[in-house]
C-alpha cells in the first residue's frame, strides 16, 4: 500500500514559476509513487477578504493549473478544500485542544496581522485549519516550503497532544520530502521569495503571462553592477536568473559554469526568458486546452471530492468517538 501525500495551494493571486518549479513540478514527479491528495484551500484564502466571484474563478484556475502542469486525476485526487465539510468539523475539534499561545507564536501570523487593520479570528487558526486538512486524511508526508514548515511542526504537535489525551488517533505527518523543488525569489527583490500576494507588475512571471510579458519581466530583472556573470560573487539577483533558468533546463552546476562564465546581463536575461517561455508554452496550451472543454473541470473537482469524502469522513467519526461526542449508534 502507498503511503499517502497530502498538499495543496490557496487559489489567490496568480500562480507563478516559483509554484511552479518548487511545488508543482515535483507533485508530478512523486504522484505516482504515493497516494497523491492535491487539494485547493479556498477555505485559507477567506482568512483575509476575497471578492467572492474572483474567488470562484480563480478556484477552477487552479484546478485547470494542477491539470496542465501534469497532475493525473486517475492518479491523484484534485479536490476543493470546502467541497469536504469534513475539513472545518476536525478543525474546530482540534482548536479545542489548541493552545493560544501555540497559534500567537506563528510567524506568518505575526506578519500578516501586523499588515491587517482588523484581524480576524481565521488568520489565528489558520495553522488549525491546515493540521486539519492534513490530520483528516492520515497523511503520512506533507511536501511544503520553508515558509510552511513552523505549521507543519505546529501540526505534528497538535496531533501528538490529541493522541496524549484521547489515545492514538493521528498519523505523525512527516515534514518534508527527500527532494524539493527549486526556490525561487521575485525579479524585483531577489531577497524575497516569490510571492502570488506581492504587489508590482514586475515581480513574479506568472504561468498564464504571454511570451511578450514574460520576457519584459525578465527583462527588467534586478542584476548588479558587475559587466557580466562572475560566479564566485554571484549577486542575489544574477543567483535568482542563473537558478531558473537551472530549474527549467535540468543542466548541472559544471554545464552552468561553462555556458554562462563571464556572459554580460542582457544576454543571461534573454536566455533565461527564452527557456521560460519554451517551458511555459506546452503548460499553456494545455491549460487553454483543458478550459475550452465545457464541466471538465468541475468534473474532475467533483470525482475528486466524492474519492476523499470516506476517508475524511471516518476521520471525524473517529475524532468524535475519541472525545466522547455524539455519534449514532
Not at 493552545?99 to 479570528?121: H, I, N, S, Y
Not at 486524511?137 to 510552511?148: K, R, S
Not at 464541466?295 to 468524535?320: F, M, S
Request: aromatic letters at 8%.
Amino acid at each position: 500500500m502507498k503511503p499517502r501525500v497530502f498538499s495543496g495551494m490557496q487559489p489567490s493571486g496568480n500562480l507563478h514559476i516559483g509554484n511552479y518549479l518548487g511545488a508543482l513540478k515535483n507533485w508530478v514527479r512523486i504522484q505516482s509513487d504515493y497516494e497523491a491528495i492535491f487539494c485547493i484551500v479556498d477555505m485559507h484564502a477567506v482568512t483575509v477578504y476575497q471578492n467572492p466571484d474572483e474567488l470562484r474563478a480563480k478556484i477552477r484556475e487552479l484546478a485547470a493549473l494542477y491539470l496542465a502542469a501534469g497532475i493525473d486525476p486517475k492518479q491523484s485526487t484534485i479536490m476543493v478544500q470546502s467541497a469536504v465539510p469534513a475539513h472545518a468539523e476536525l478543525c474546530w475539534m482540534l482548536t479545542c485542544v489548541t493552545p493560544v499561545g501555540w497559534l500567537q507564536r506563528m510567524t506568518q501570523f505575526k506578519a500578516k496581522a501586523a499588515e491587517q487593520e482588523t484581524v480576524g479570528d481565521g488568520l489565528l487558526q489558520y495553522p488549525v485549519l491546515m493540521a486539519a486538512d492534513i490530520l483528516l486524511y492520515q497523511a503520512a508526508i506533507v511536501p511544503v516550503g520553508e515558509d510552511q514548515t513552523q505549521h507543519l511542526e505546529l501540526t505534528r504537535d497538535i496531533a501528538q497532544r490529541f493522541n496524549s489525551l484521547y489515545g492514538e488517533t493521528f498519523v505523525m505527518p512527516e515534514t518534508s520530502l527527500p527532494s524539493v523543488g527549486a526556490r525561487i525569489m521575485g525579479l524585483d527583490d531577489p531577497t524575497k521569495k516569490m510571492s502570488k500576494s506581492a504587489p508590482g507588475s514586475g515581480h513574479a512571471v506568472a504561468l498564464l503571462d504571454p511570451p511578450a510579458t514574460i520576457r519584459k519581466k525578465i527583462m527588467r530583472a534586478t542584476t548588479d553592477s558587475a559587466p557580466g556573470v562572475d560566479f564566485d560573487v554571484l549577486s542575489p539577483g544574477v543567483a535568482n536568473l542563473l537558478g531558473i533558468f537551472q530549474a527549467f533546463s535540468g543542466w548541472d552546476d559544471a554545464q552552468m559554469r561553462a555556458h554562462f562564465s563571464g556572459m554580460r546581463y542582457g544576454e543571461l536575461k534573454k536566455q533565461v526568458a527564452d527557456m521560460v517561455i519554451a517551458n511555459l508554452e506546452p503548460l499553456q496550451k494545455r491549460y487553454n486546452e483543458i478550459v475550452s472543454e465545457k464541466g471538465y473541470v468541475d468534473a474532475v473537482l467533483r470525482e475528486g471530492a466524492e474519492r476523499v469524502t470516506p476517508i475524511a469522513n471516518a476521520t471525524v467519526e473517529l475524532v468524535k468517538r475519541r472525545m466522547g461526542l455524539y455519534t449514532p449508534c
